[in-house]
């Protein structure tokens, strides 16, 4: 009996390491200005390639544990859409800025496992496509996995993430909750943008926010991963060092 406490204790902190989330797997959407989404690892990489180890850019790293901060001059433009059970984020990318392929037709990143553990903050599912030869990105971070259509990839943004890819600048609103735009709403000029993704789309003027002040980015030269230091790293060690702890107090 003594025993067995003795290696379940020991076993414990293992356990919980395992059950947190790897720095770089978490993508966020919380605003025009405040969103993570997923790329390639390496600089240049393609997209679909990457589905399995892609990790998390974020315009603040400090959105999601261990993510990285989007390169200068990467997002071109982006319009906030929230709702009763969805929040997305959807505009253009300047592929340049992190020398993505004109070429690369892009891929799907989603919570059934692409990359591995991948979630959204808050939310319990996600679908995140990256067109670069397209110019346009998307996610989408639901409350119900039937608003985030993980099924059709192939289609690209324009239909797995219907809303605004206009380059006028940030925008946000909220939605009725409708997953496709109507017919009758035409597509905004340069500096409009659409903040309702449900039936009752209507246009607004852009806020053409100032973009956030980005720091200069820090890496952990360990690990290779910029910004956020990993959380879940910091954890497992504190629970490693209380098992440790406890099974020296019992042999006594």
Known sequence: MRSALLLSIFLAPFAFGAATHAPGSIAAVKSESQFCFFLPPVVGGDIAEHEVDA???CTDPSLAPG????????????HFVSTATYVQVTGLINIAAYKLSPTDEG?????????????????SSFVNLVEPSGRDFCIRCCNH?????????????STVIPGDYSPGGWSSGSGG?????????PTPPNGVGLINAGANATATTSKNLTWPTILPNTTN???????????SSSSAASAFLFGFVAVIFLLL
Request: net charge positive.
């Open 221 to 231: 030269t360990t690990t290779g991963v910029s910004g956020a230091s990993s959380v």
């Open 67 to 78: 993510a990285k901060l989007f390169p200068s001059g990467f997002i071109a433009s982006a």
């Open 177 to 185: 909750g409708s997953s496709v735009l109507p017919s009758s709403v």
């Open 107 to 123: 891929g799907q990143y989603d919570s059934r496992g692409a990359p591995i553990g991948a979630s959204c903050s808050g939310y």
């Open 145 to 157: 996995n039937a608003d985030c259509n993980a099924g059709i990839s192939t289609k690209g943004c």
């Open 55 to 57: 990790i998390s850019f």
